[in-house]
């Protein structure tokens, strides 16, 4: 008889998960429908602990090339079965970025967070300032970012000017991947610096994400869809999958056949019902979906039904706003 897998609940780095050997709902072919999709950027807003973070994780040990092989990251995982595998994995140079933590009173307490986020992204691609690959100017912009420089002109461009140097250099173009993209806007909102926030983020994403020839791929997720007339005016290269599309559907979130696997790896078959009448609360498209959070925490607090995902989160802004689109 084998034993059930250790539960992993709050492990979001895909390479730790993999590598504790959990139980692991498989997603990867979110993968390939990334490749394949017709939009070069793709915005995902879901609700929290639905995995997003996991995911983008995922995506990054996918793509990103490095030295160590992460190949065996996938064994076992639907996505090493398709052609797709070897053509894509570890072959690109891939930007990761997460905002959840961009949670400030005032926006200067905000930029001071976005400049060190940006100073320590650029701090992992120091080689870049070896050998005559850079210009001058651009090695003085660089720099200005490894500084701290205190002008928000330097930072509105480090994306798009970070995605240009690291294409040159590893001649093949960037995966860009932003984690939590809401969350510093979100922050504005609720503490009256919305305009600052607004304008600095809007030149930054588009500086990356529009009409820009060393991209591969960009992946957002987040909590909301904030109004495209806002942040992304003209990018037209975006697609938004939000919870009424049908494509992406099945990625965050456990399907019904997900959770029907998940009891009985754990001998709960019994409850699924239970389970059912308790978490059974998303539709995305067409697709049934369970909060993972709330699944995982009733299984490890031995099939108790709580509502356990109530508490994970500050709902200030969803209670303020409503159903209204800021």
């Known amino acids: 008889m084998t ?21 692991y709902v498989d997603k990867s072919m979110f993968i390939e429908q990334v490749i394949n999709a017709a939009a070069l950027v ?17 995506l990054r040990y996918f793509f990103e090339q490095t030295d160590e092989d992460n190949a065996v ?4 995982l639907a996505i090493k079965k398709t052609p797709l595998f070897n053509q894509h994995q ?11 933590d961009l949670k400030s009173r005032s926006w200067q307490e905000c930029f001071d967070q976005i400049r060190e986020m940006i100073h320590q992204l650029y701090l992992q691609y120091t080689y870049l300032l070896d050998g005559d690959l850079l210009h001058d100017q651009e090695k003085s912009e660089f720099n200005k970012v490894i500084s701290l420089d205190d002008s928000p002109r330097v ?9 240009n140097f690291l294409h040159r250099h590893h001649q093949q173009k960037v995966i860009i991947l932003i984690d939590e993209y809401d969350t510093p806007i979100q922050s504005g909102y609720s503490n009256n610096y919305y305009d600052e926030v607004i304008s600095f983020m809007r030149n930054f994403l588009s500086g990356g994400l529009k009409d820009n020839p060393h991209l591969f791929k960009g992946v957002l997720t987040g909590i909301f ?5 806002s942040i992304f005016s003209g990018l037209n290269n975006l697609g938004v ?67 356990y995902w109530v508490n994970t989160a500050d709902t200030h802004l969803i209670e303020e706003l409503g159903s209204s689109n800021f």
């Open 3 to 23: 034993h059930p897998k250790p539960l992993q609940i709050g492990q979001s780095d895909f390479r730790e998960f993999r590598r504790a050997d959990g139980y």
């Open 42 to 58: 793709m915005l995902l807003p879901r609700p929290r602990r639905f995995g997003k973070t996991l995911n983008l994780s995922m």
């Open 73 to 76: 990251l996938f064994d076992g």
């Open 90 to 100: 570890g072959q690109y140079p891939v930007i990761y970025m997460t905002l959840k």
């Open 155 to 163: 930072y509105q461009n480090a994306l798009k000017n970070l995605s």
């Open 225 to 229: 869809r904030v109004a495209k007339e």
């Open 241 to 307: 999958y939000t919870l009424l599309s049908d494509k992406f559907s099945d990625i965050f979130g456990f399907t019904e056949t997900d959770v029907a696997d998940l009891l009985a790896h754990y001998n709960l078959s019994n409850y699924y019902e239970e389970v059912a009448d308790w978490y059974n609360g998303y539709l995305c498209g067409k697709t049934v979906l369970y909060n993972p959070w709330s699944l995982l925490n009733y299984i490890d607090n031995e099939h108790q039904a709580k509502p």
